[in-house]
């Protein structure tokens, strides 16, 4: 019984440290090379199948409405890219990609890389809704 218990707690506690804890404000302005304030567009999503099931992919279509770092202009339109598991065997743990999807209409401040001819959103709280 004792042993039940132990594999049970070690489990349990394995599948609670598997999601990354969200970055605090000052770690995602600190790893952010771009971040801006701006209005979804437009939100294309695709499922990959990987090694372990499957993964979302999504591409928004950003229109900028203000900055808060980084050289990007109010009005330019930008892509940005972010990812979210989708399905995964029973008990797996690992990266989840972003905590919450973005979605067409959305208002919000995007904490980003810049990457060749796209951004990308920070892990796993990339976005904030912005008001």
């Known amino acids: ?8 707690v ?24 771009d ?3 701006g209005e979804v567009r ?3 999503s695709k499922e990959e199948k990987v090694k372990q099931g499957t993964d979302w992919n999504y591409t928004a279509e950003v229109v900028v409405q203000s900055i808060v770092k980084g050289p990007i ?8 890219q972010f990812d979210k598991t989708g ?9 989840q990609g972003q ?8 208002r919000a401040r995007l904490y980003m890389t810049k990457d060749i001819g796209y951004y990308r ?11």
């Open 87 to 95: 399905k995964r065997p029973m008990g797996w743990a690992g990266p």
């Open 73 to 80: 202009k109010p009005g330019d339109v930008i892509k940005v």
């Open 42 to 44: 437009a939100v294309k």
């Open 121 to 131: 959103l920070l892990v796993p709280n990339g976005w904030t809704p912005a008001p």
């Open 35 to 37: 971040i801006v304030v």
């Open 10 to 33: 070690l489990t349990l506690t394995l599948i609670a440290s598997a999601a990354l804890p969200p970055l605090s404000d000052e770690e995602r302005f600190n790893q952010s090379t």
């Open 99 to 106: 905590n919450e999807v973005l979605k067409e209409g959305t």
């Open 1 to 8: 019984m004792t042993r039940r218990i132990f594999l049970l």
